[in-house]
């Protein structure tokens, strides 16, 4: 059974950095490798929406509110996915979510980032 645990959320005050990590288990070395993964957001009252995106082959995209502002990255020999956000607003306070796509559409069960002064 493929489970995602997130970690690293918390309360910073604006202009401040956070680092989420996402560990992926019940997934196989092939198949994370050739997996897409994901961070995605959503604020009271928001859809859900994406953050930032990696590819099997290490392509990224970004929303356009976080792009300057926010690195995604992976590891496949530790089965992690990673967002470094940095000058954070108080505008990305949501719970985050990590994602991984495969042959199927797995989530993690969210981190609670709150920006705040």
């Known amino acids: 059974q493929v489970q995602l645990v997130e970690s690293g959320g918390g309360l910073v005050q604006p202009g401040g950095s956070l680092r989420l990590s996402c560990t992926v288990s019940?997934?196989?070395?092939?198949?994370?490798?050739?997996?897409?993964l994901g961070w995605y957001r959503q604020a009271p009252g928001n859809q859900r929406e994406l953050v930032a995106r990696?590819?099997?082959?290490?392509?990224?995209i970004y929303a356009d509110s976080v792009k300057g502002r926010f690195t995604i990255s992976r590891s496949n020999t530790k089965k992690t996915v990673n967002l470094q956000m940095n000058n954070l607003k108080p505008e990305d306070t949501a719970v985050y979510y990590c994602?991984?796509?495969?042959?199927?559409?797995?989530w993690g069960q969210g981190t609670q980032v709150t920006v705040s002064s």
């Open positions: 990696i590819s099997d082959g290490g392509d990224t």
């Open positions: 994602n991984v796509q495969v042959y199927n559409n797995y």
């Open positions: 019940g997934i196989s070395d092939i198949t994370i490798r050739a997996s897409s």
